[in-house]
C-alpha cells in the first residue's frame, strides 16, 4: 500500500509518497517539527484485479 503524506507552509504545498504507515508516519512527525502544518496521510490503495 503507499501512503501519500500532504503539508504546507506558509509559501506552498508538498506531497511525499511513502510505501509503509510507520514510515509516513514518521516523516509527518519530522514535517510538524519542522513548523509544516495541515500535515495529512492519505492512504492509496492499489486496485483489486477482478
Same mark, same amino acid.
Given at each position: 500500500?503507499?501512503?501519500f503524506i500532504y503539508a504546507r507552509d506558509?509559501?506552498?504545498q508538498i506531497i511525499l509518497k @511513502?510505501?509503509?504507515e510507520?514510515?509516513?508516519l514518521k516523516k509527518a512527525h519530522e514535517l510538524k517539527e519542522m513548523?509544516?502544518?495541515d500535515v495529512?496521510? @492519505?492512504q492509496d490503495r492499489e486496485p483489486t484485479a477482478a
Amino acid at each position: 500500500m503507499t501512503y501519500f503524506i500532504y503539508a504546507r507552509d506558509g509559501t506552498g504545498q508538498i506531497i511525499l509518497k @511513502r510505501e509503509s504507515e510507520d514510515v509516513a508516519l514518521k516523516k509527518a512527525h519530522e514535517l510538524k517539527e519542522m513548523g509544516w502544518f495541515d500535515v495529512e496521510i @492519505r492512504q492509496d490503495r492499489e486496485p483489486t484485479a477482478a
